[in-house]
């Protein structure tokens, strides 16, 4: 796989999750345009993340049963169509239905991260995986500045119409540019749904699923509630300026964007180890946000750049423990992602509004805690026995 695959493919996760998270700054303004109560702002963002996790369990299983490749255009020609619709609704049932769309097909992350695996050399997964992952960062960090920008030029709609086109234009690059995607056997669907199940009886794929849930409900808990205090008291920093923080965000999950090397080397459970401890100590960093902003900076940096290390680290794991059915391990892997950012989304703003910041500070801390459980415990798990996509996942190891 060459550089400008690896750039294709880091952009496609990038442009698809965007059109998740690109709502988050521009709340307000697509409330009072469609006439939505400031109390049901929220499931602007929470439409596309449920659409997104109904993907994870019905369409991603797919890139184990046709051609990946093929795939991934048609889910982006889909994520344009409901971006389209949203730019365009007159009324909110509309935008509703086309953050829907939008997020059940953006699960064309997972099936790029999986072809990205398979047309991978066994030597070169982790930095492969690295690469094309960080684009997945890059949209949901980077969506929050760009969405801000282009809201103030020209209002909300236009953030909605960008990623349409964008999606559009990615959908015809990869089906062009792409390497074709050969495989001599593949299951059925009703296999593979068997499978997706199956692995959650499986001890390797349940201990990195459950590091990847308390890992993204740290994550969650910062990006979710850090607009808060930022806002109140002594800081009282606008929306653009809180936004910035994001770019602290992005060079911390950059800095990590090479972490697949190491997985390569064989040491993937050590920079897991090493990544969750600092993910511990940024909590220590970030609490000092009432007081002083460049520790904070320092935090947000180092928290991201230990959950970009892990979530990479678990990614290269899985796929070599499952390497025939890298979709529906990759998809049925990001059901923890999605319930684990859920609960730090919700749990944040209830614990800022009950103890101030401190009580986001002690909840992140407390769920990178939680994440060295499981894998102090992985030590002990044996590797999986081989089973292939037509297996139902219950019986061996994987």
Known sequence: MNWRTRLLLAVVCGVAVASVYAGQPVLGPMG????????????????GQLGYLAGLVLLVPLGDVLDRRRLIAAHLVLVAAGMAITAAAPVAWVAFSGLAAAGVFAVVVQTTVAYAASISPSAERGRNLGIVTSGVVIGILGARVISGVLADLWGWRSIYLTLA?????????????LPADVRPNTARYGQVLRSFGGLFAQ??????????????????????GIALPLADAPWHLS?????????????????????????????????????????LASWVAIGQLPWSLPLLILGVILLDFAVQ???????????????????TTIGAYMVFYSLGSALGAAAT???FDAAGWIGP????????????????FSALIPAPAYCPATCDGV????
Do not use: K, M
Not at 165 to 177: E, M, N, P, R, Y
Not at 309 to 321: C, E, G, M, R
């Open 32 to 47: 009072r345009d469609l006439g939505v109560p400031a109390d049901s702002l929220g499931w602007f963002v929470a439409t």
């Open 165 to 177: 086109i964008l999606a559009a234009v990615l959908a015809l690059l990869a089906l062009t540019l």
């Open 203 to 224: 001890p390797v794929f349940l201990s990195r699923g459950l590091i990847a849930f308390f890992l993204f409900a740290s994550f969650g808990t910062l990006w979710s």
């Open 239 to 279: 929306e653009a300026r809180i936004g910035l923080f994001g770019v602290a965000g992005l060079a911390g999950a950059l800095g990590a964007a090479r972490s697949g090397n190491w997985g390569d080397a064989g040491h993937a459970r050590r920079v897991t180890g090493i990544a969750l401890a600092l993910l």
């Open 309 to 327: 290390a892990v979530h990479v680290s678990n990614q290269h794991t899985l796929t070599a423990a499952y390497p025939d059915r890298t979709s």
């Open 349 to 351: 703003t209830a614990l």
């Open 361 to 376: 500070t002690i909840l992140g801390a407390t769920l990178a805690l939680c994440a060295l459980a499981p894998w102090a």
């Open 395 to 398: 019986s061996g190891g994987g």
